[in-house]
């Protein structure tokens, strides 16, 4: 496949789910977002702390529309959700 054609699917796919991220906290408490991470064992101790909890949220609202890789990259592997994460 050609990417525009990759990234059209991406988009029809997100298109039909933009419902779920409607329910995604429009206000973050810095410290009680990385509380959460850290109780779901997830990427918590980064500075990045809001890129981590945006797509920690995502994971937990997407994961039965799309197929997330798990891949590991030289020495960078992308993080699976835990079994703890729940929205």
């Given at each position: 496949?050609?990417?525009?054609?990759?990234?059209?699917?991406?988009?029809?796919?997100?298109?039909?789910?933009?419902?779920?991220?409607?329910?995604?906290?429009?206000?973050?408490?810095?410290?009680?977002?990385?509380?959460?991470l850290?109780?779901?064992?997830?990427?918590?101790?980064?500075?990045?702390?809001?890129?981590?909890?945006?797509?920690?949220?995502?994971?937990?609202?997407?994961r039965?529309?799309?197929?997330?890789?798990?891949?590991?990259?030289?020495?960078?592997?992308?993080?699976?959700?835990?079994?703890?994460?729940?929205?």
């Open positions: 496949m050609y990417m525009n054609a990759l990234l059209q699917k991406d988009i029809n796919l997100l298109s039909r789910n933009i419902k779920k991220t409607k329910k995604l906290p429009t206000h973050w408490d810095g410290k009680a977002c990385v509380l959460e850290k109780e779901a064992d997830y990427n918590w101790r980064q500075i990045e702390w809001w890129a981590l909890y945006f797509e920690y949220k995502c994971i937990a609202l997407l039965d529309s799309f197929q997330i890789p798990v891949k590991k990259y030289n020495n960078v592997m992308q993080i699976q959700p835990s079994e703890k994460q729940k929205v």
